[in-house]
């Protein structure tokens, strides 16, 4: 009877330590339990070390998937144009003496002149405040020309018409490289259109095929051109639809004004 009453004892005693799952068995006996979610034959001193890799690996990924983001990001950031009122700095050097007559033909801004020196012609001309009876002549940001001084042997002509509402583009560099200046003379046509700026590709041997010339351009965010090869000024003025030359729409990267 003790006998029976001893091992009824022990049952009563173990059984809550075999069914019990959460913090009444010992550490050492977790391995024995078939609780869901415990991998056999791993004791509960493991399960830290598992935690911490898990939070490790969690980490690993939100980091990689920010750096995704950051990547995506700055792919889909729509290309714009830089836009630059240039000012040019006052450069060292002898000063040479001339005139101007008019404004610039090349920058149509204010304070910009078309200017002569004997019979050579400078255009376009900048007045730098404060510098007084002087012009900066011949600086040009795209070839880092820091140009020269020209001292006035007269006064520069009245402003007798009203500058335009938004300047005129001076300089272009295109999305491949190719830098624009303005014709100053005499401009050639392609399909009836004038073409305003005569472009080359630095570093590329220079000729009708790989020179360009830009008839128009189209101010917003991003700026583009209509752009022609030199070789299409050879088609002359087209009387028929068939005899027009394709236009070439490109983005520009910089302008300055």
Known sequence: MIG???????FLVKAPEETSVEGECSPEKRHDLPATGARPGFSKQEWPLSTAMKASLHASAAALILILSDCVCAQSVAPTTQVTWFTPSVPSGPIQEGS?????IAADRPGAWRC???????DPCFQVPPMEN????DANPVLDKSGFVMKLTRPLPLETAPSAPSPAPWILQLEDGSVCEPFTGTRPAVNDQPAV???IKPGVPPGPRTNSLVTKVHPGKL???ERYAESAVAMGNPTTESCRVEVQIVPVAKVWQ
């Open 223 to 225: 700026w583009t051109a």
């Open 100 to 104: 101007c007559w008019t404004r610039s």
């Open 4 to 10: 029976q009453i001893s091992a009824k004892s022990v």
């Open 116 to 122: 002569m020196i004997g019979n050579g012609i400078h």
């Open 197 to 199: 700026w005569s472009c």
């Open 134 to 137: 002087e012009v900066i002549c």
